[in-house]
């Protein structure tokens, strides 16, 4: 953030590396994301997506490396991170047993907003995401698509400068798919720096830039455009593929 | 199937050593701290006879085994004093004229007070004192059996005058069911969400661990003083249990000994995994409170690793507490010392979860 680190990158990471045990979960990464950009990180199942959100979030601590997040070091300043991020877990990570407008309320307080401005933003939110029908509802009888609306809702709550998204589209139907990636579009125009993780291709191909990562290792990050041409493929999804194949050719 | 359970159960360790580890601490406890056989109890002795045949019946008592002699009172509120504070669970009144009674050949009488409160402990003390007037009356009257018996210890059992099981178990149970209820309530309710993944999103927010530690504690600390007062109007009512001293000093010391517990229960949360073993550990924790806190079986009986161990459970103070004002009606003064080592217990281990819980998901 310019305010602390006077430069415009939301996301400073610097050899970053998780052990989990014998296993390295995540391996020398080092990588920028700028203010206001939605990028997209890809990688098959246990590349370590999940992982490194976790460490950017302060969710796991780091084994090596370092981290600044929205200006703050997140091993150093974990809660001053916390503030000012929203984050999606792969996971429904809400009260099955609250209502939607309960979910929200909780999380809004949960976030420092109190009366009639925590009242006013939950309506807000209900609005904008079409859950004004359902503010009643117990969150754990609605399908995917929905549980994904309530649980961006809960994330942004507070409006956050950075939004960490692991797989949200991952179980849910186009039109509701279609739909989250409206907002994840407007929140971007609002400024919002988003990461995103997804294992469709076509929501890759929509991110300002890309960055894969194999076996912990960050192998390529660029444009749509700067990707093709690194790997000399057509589509997305064929240099997704040829980096999977290059990547257990390696092994064997 | 059978392969398939063996592999799973060997992958779980922790059910694996709560299977092998609990029917061993239960050997252990069984095997080595409880003694049924109560002996050793804590005896004060006021002799206002001072005379040879007042002490020769001390030393008959002493020989029984049943009775540590631990201190000599001058008065009869001093006797009272050391029984209500819990310092002893008998107390022997040897009158002024004891000595001339069985001179002139009548029966001479003593008195044994005895803690009721305490079951185990007052039925040992009642057989001991009967063993013990009856062993130094025969003495006395040795061949002559023409003679009335030349005396008697008459036994006075305070608190519960009846000797009935309810008046010591309801109490009793007060305490262990609250311990065991707000243990597993607090764990089982962070671990379940772990499980379900809302521990995750709620600590990617800024809330803090003491708000989220409060949060916790708190409704389930109205739950247990629902709890408490539930068995006690039930236990007034069914088993006619008295309150004797003050309820309001018995909610003040409930509201430490229930914190105790919901820390206690935190804190294991941070240990276990599932609500399965959230649960296991529960019960681990119940069997040494049942056992060792006096629930069931006199402290002063048992040997002194179980009586240390013992005083590690927060249950063995606030049995105290239960015991003291329900049925001996005894206030602060006496129970100051249980209710400030209760207080720490409490402060220690909120504290102490607040520190071990971690907003990480490792």
């Known amino acids: 953030m310019t305010a602390v680190s006077g430069r415009t990158d939301a996301v400073l990471v610097q050899g970053l590396r998780k052990v989990f045990g014998s296993r390295v979960a995540v391996e020398k990464l080092d990588l920028t994301i700028h203010t206001g950009e939605v990028l997209g990180l890809l990688g098959p199942n246990g590349s370590g997506k999940t992982t490194t959100i976790r460490m950017l979030c302060g969710l796991m601590t780091p084994t090596a490396g370092s981290a600044t997040v929205v200006g703050h070091d997140v091993i150093a300043h974990p809660e001053q991170v916390r503030r000012r991020i929203g984050y999606m877990s792969q996971r429904f990570g809400l009260y099955d047993d609250l209502t939607v407008a309960e979910n929200m309320r909780f999380y809004a307080s949960v976030y420092g907003l109190r009366g009639e401005v925590r009242r006013r933003r939950i309506a807000e939110q209900l609005n904008e995401l079409g859950l004004v029908e359902r503010a009643g509802q117990l969150a754990g009888t609605m399908s995917g698509g929905w549980k994904q609306r309530l649980a961006l809702a809960c994330a942004t709550a507070h409006h956050p400068a950075m939004l960490f998204l692991d797989e949200p589209t991952a179980g849910v139907d186009p039109a509701s798919r279609r739909l989250l990636w409206q907002w994840i579009y407007g929140l971007a125009r609002q400024g919002t720096t988003i990461l995103v993780t997804t294992h469709y291709m076509d929501e890759a191909e929509r991110c300002e830039r890309l960055a894969f990562l194999s076996r912990g290792h960050l192998i390529a990050v660029g444009t749509v455009g700067e990707v093709l041409t690194q790997f000399a493929q057509p589509t997305i999804e064929d240099v997704f593929i040829e980096l999977q194949r290059r990547d257990e050719g390696a092994v064997v | ?362």
């Open chain 2, 1 to 362: 199937m059978l392969w398939k359970e063996a592999v799973q159960l060997r992958r779980d360790r922790f059910t694996l050593a709560m299977m092998l580890g609990i029917p061993a601490m239960q050997l252990i406890l069984f095997g080595y701290a409880i003694r049924t056989e109560v002996r050793h109890l804590p005896t004060v002795v006021l002799d206002e006879s001072h005379t040879p045949e007042s002490r020769a019946l001390v030393s008959v008592l002493r020989n029984t085994g049943n009775f540590d002699i631990t201190e000599w009172v001058s008065s009869r509120a001093e006797l009272a004093d050391r029984i209500e504070g819990g310092k002893a669970s008998a107390g022997l009144v040897i009158p002024r004229d004891y000595m001339r009674d069985i001179k002139r050949g009548r029966t001479a009488s003593a008195q044994m007070i005895v803690d009721a409160a305490d079951p185990m402990a007052s039925s040992a003390a009642m057989s001991g004192a009967a063993r013990a007037g009856a062993a130094r009356a025969a003495i006395l009257s040795g061949a002559d059996s023409r003679r009335s018996t030349p005396l008697e210890v008459r036994v006075r059992p305070w608190y519960n005058p009846g000797m009935r099981d309810a008046v010591y178990i309801v109490p009793g149970i007060i305490g262990v069911l609250l311990s065991l209820t707000m243990v597993l309530i607090t764990s089982i309710a962070i671990v379940r969400e772990r499980e379900r993944g809302t521990l995750e999103q709620l600590i990617v927010t800024p809330i803090d661990k003491t708000s989220l530690i409060l949060g916790k504690i708190v409704p389930f600390l109205i739950i247990g003083f629902v709890q408490m007062s539930v068995i006690l109007v039930l236990g007034w009512l069914l088993f006619d249990i008295p309150v004797r001293g003050s309820l309001a000093l018995l909610y003040v010391m409930g509201f430490a000994f229930i914190v105790a517990n919901l820390g206690l229960g935190l804190l294991m949360s941070t240990l276990v995994r599932s609500q399965l073993q959230a649960m296991q550990l529960g019960f681990l924790f119940l069997l040494p409170n049942i056992l060792l806190s006096g629930f069931m079986f006199p402290r002063s009986a048992m040997p002194a690793p179980a009586q240390w161990l013992g005083s590690a459970l927060p249950l063995t103070y606030f049995l105290d507490v239960l015991r003291g004002v329900l049925l001996k009606g005894v206030g602060l003064d006496h129970l100051w010392q249980e209710g400030l080592i209760l207080t720490l217990f409490a402060i220690a281990l909120v504290t102490l979860s607040v520190i071990r819980f971690s907003k990480t998901i490792e």
